[in-house]
T-cell receptor, first 113, second 112 residues
Framework: EPEVTQTPSHQVTQMGQEVILRCVPI?????FYWYRQILGQKVEFLVS????????KSEIFDDQFSVERPDGSNFTLKIRSTKLEDSAMYFC???????????FGSGTQLSVL | GEDVEQSLFLSVREGDSSVINCTYT??????LYWYKQEPGAGLQLLTY?????DMKQDQRLTVLLNKKDKHLSLRIADTQTGDSAIYFC????????????FGTGTQLKVEL
């Protein structure tokens, strides 16, 4: 069964460093998303992306965050200057259409020291 | 704004039925979802229901939706130890694309 894949599974970085989290959505999906889950808290929406542009973003998704689809298969989340509070599990998701069900990857655990 | 609430913990014996409950506030929900998260793993879509339905059954899973009370439940028949996980309900709203609002998650523990 097709799945969303995320790399790396764990990422440790120093505060202030840039990180790039990578995702390969399901191949025929057109909509892509990032969510995050801080330990012990709810899964939160960050951003949705369609047709090479952001379609919606939450207030969490500030200027430190950016997303990109650099080629036909990858979808990336960049955090320019990481803060301690960016430590979380980051989930990528994709869907065929905007109101179709979301399929999530297994997540990247980001630890900012 | 949207808010989704769940009880935090449920313990059942193997073979019994589990019922996980969820309440939501936004009456313009379009889809309501149940996701399962096992330790160290991602969010696995279990089932979903469109907001104009009352019930959906999929093998051992039954989803009930009471739109008047904004209450969603997931019943797992013949619960097995492999069902031990965190279960999240989530809603998407009309015009919200696929921005999902998740509940806090219910930790299901299945005991022998």
């Amino acid at each position: 069964e097709p799945e969303v894949t995320q790399t790396p599974s764990h990422q440790v970085t120093q505060m202030g460093q840039e990180v790039i989290l990578r995702c390969v959505p399901i191949s025929n999906h057109l909509y892509f998303y990032w969510y995050r889950q801080i330990l012990g808290q709810k899964v939160e929406f960050l951003v949705s992306f369609y047709n090479n542009e952001i379609s919606e973003k939450s207030e969490i998704f500030d200027d430190q965050f950016s997303v990109e689809r650099p080629d036909g298969s990858n979808f990336t989340l960049k955090i320019r200057s990481t803060k301690l509070e960016d430590s979380a599990m980051y989930f990528c998701a994709s869907s065929v259409q905007a109101r179709e069900k979301l399929f999530f990857g297994s997540g990247t655990q980001l630890s900012v020291l | 704004g949207e808010d989704v609430e769940q009880s935090l913990f449920l313990s059942v014996r193997e073979g019994d039925s589990s019922v996980i409950n969820c309440t939501y506030t936004d009456s313009s929900s379009t889809y309501l979802y149940w996701y399962k998260q096992e330790p160290g793993a991602g969010l696995q879509l279990l089932t979903y229901i469109f907001s104009n339905m009352d019930m959906k059954q999929d093998q051992r899973l039954t989803v009930l939706l009471n739109k008047k009370d904004k209450h969603l439940s997931l019943r797992i028949a013949d619960t097995q130890t492999g069902d031990s996980a965190i279960y999240f309900c989530a809603e998407s709203i009309t015009g919200g694309g696929n921005k999902l609002t998740f509940g806090t998650g219910t930790q299901l523990k299945v005991e022998l």
